[in-house]
């Protein structure tokens, strides 16, 4: 018997909420006890911004982790750091969000689209080489969802023609690449900490780093330009106040307690969902290789086939599939090259050559995951039970049979 759909009054298949942050005393306690403190500020007073630095660097087995106030001024670091110059070119995937893109554009320097892989919708080292030029300077490798860039690859193409590797990890706190946590393989690795993040506190980024040199360069440019054993009047780098205060350190330090088990937690049930979801006819759960030891799910992406649906298009079978309880999204509308920032070039830099033109730019892969195959389930639905896994499956075909 076809069960009567959510949106047209019927039961959800899904009758549960999902909270997203996840809080308890300690951290409420954590916070009011620097607040009575006074020591607001970074870095005159307090510890605590240092102490999460010091935590998260170890937890990615990486050097040095420097925090700023969100992951697009850390990206911003990060360029800088490398070293690009105005009109140098950055290699970024079209399929991410849009500071990725608008960080290069920040530098004085180009952007350059490069196609995603339709089995994992990360940048397709393949078509990379293609797009290298003699003004290419860095990648930026974005781990979309979660799911680890192919960075042996892109290390490989990288060593070759001498470019920096900054890797966009915004989704992928504590997830792996054959055992080591992402951001710690290329030259940098940036992450945010917005409130929809896996690691939060509400807003809030951080870089990291194994070089001594680009570690010195980044902690400088987020504390004005200053640097170490500089005095406080003696500005050196084009930095600015990109500080974070002591409460959200504070908070992160508590988060950051909660981040293995999650991470976990979403790993399996992001397996678990791949092997329910690869049973309906019409849904196709992203590939996930051998070497993705750990995947955070930021979000759980699937493909979807709209002529086992009846034809109902992606955005309605989204809508459908939300008011079925699914915590999902109907994904990005379009590439970033469609953004009116890029068709129109209404940038503030006048390094970028005339010749640079968006709207010849065509990465079809990514055309077709916004237009009509990517759907997402969002991280804070991943970190139900197993039980909710069948529920989600349900849902999708508690739809189908209605639709066909
Ligand atoms: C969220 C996000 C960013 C930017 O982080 P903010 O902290 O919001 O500035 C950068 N890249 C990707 C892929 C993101 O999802």
Redesign the pocket.
């Known amino acids: 018997m076809i069960q009567k759909l959510a949106i047209n009054g019927g039961e959800k298949s899904v009758n549960k909420s999902f909270p997203w942050p996840i809080h308890e005393e300690t951290e409420a306690d954590a916070v009011a006890e620097i607040v009575r403190s006074g020591k607001w500020g970074n870095p005159d007073c307090g510890d605590e911004v240092e102490k999460f630095e010091k935590e998260f660097a170890a937890f990615c087995g990486s050097k040095y982790a420097i925090t700023c106030v969100?992951?697009?001024v850390s990206?911003r670091l990060a360029l800088i750091a490398c070293g690009v110059k105005p009109g140098d070119e950055v290699i970024v995937p079209p399929y991410?969000?849009i500071?990725?893109a608008s960080s290069v554009i920040e530098c004085n320097c180009v952007p350059v689209f490069v196609d995603i892989d339709p089995e994992t919708y990360n940048i397709d080292p393949k078509a990379i080489e293609a797009a290298i030029t003699v003004r290419t300077k860095a990648i930026i490798p974005?781990h979309f969802g979660g799911l680890a860039c192919d960075m042996d690859a892109i290390l490989d193409i990288a060593k070759r023609y001498n470019l920096r590797v900054i890797e966009?990890a915004?989704?992928a706190h504590g997830a792996e690449y054959k055992g080591k946590k992402l951001g710690s393989i290329g030259d940098v690795g940036s992450f945010?900490?917005?409130s929809s993040?896996n690691l939060t506190a509400g807003?809030g980024?951080v870089v990291i780093t194994d070089d001594d040199e680009l570690y010195a360069m980044m902690r400088s440019l987020r504390n004005v330009g200053r640097i170490e054993g500089g005095q406080w009047y003696d500005h050196y780098n084009p930095g600015c106040n990109y500080r974070i205060t002591q409460m959200q350190a504070v908070l992160l330090s508590c988060q950051l307690k909660r981040l293995a088990e999650q991470t976990k937690r979403r790993n399996e049930n992001g397996l678990y969902l791949n092997t329910l979801l690869a049973e309906i006819d019409g849904i196709m759960p992203l590939k996930r290789g051998e070497e993705i030891t750990m995947h955070s799910y930021h979000i759980y992406i699937f493909k979807y086939d709209a002529s086992k649906f009846g034809d109902l298009t992606k955005d309605q079978f989204a809508e459908l599939l939300a008011a079925e309880g699914v915590p999902c999204f109907k994904g990005y509308p379009h590439p970033l090259y469609k953004q009116p920032l890029f068709q129109n070039k209404n940038f503030m830099c006048y390094a970028i050559p005339e010749t640079v033109d968006y709207t010849s730019v065509n990465c079809p892969v990514a055309e077709q995951a916004c237009a009509t195959d990517a759907v997402w389930i969002l991280q804070h639905a991943m970190l139900g039970e197993p039980g909710d896994m069948v529920a989600f499956a349900g849902a999708i075909r508690k739809i189908q049979e209605a639709s066909i």
Do not use: P, R
């Open positions: 969100n992951g697009s990206l991410t969000f500071t990725t974005v966009d915004a989704h945010s900490f917005q993040k807003e980024g």
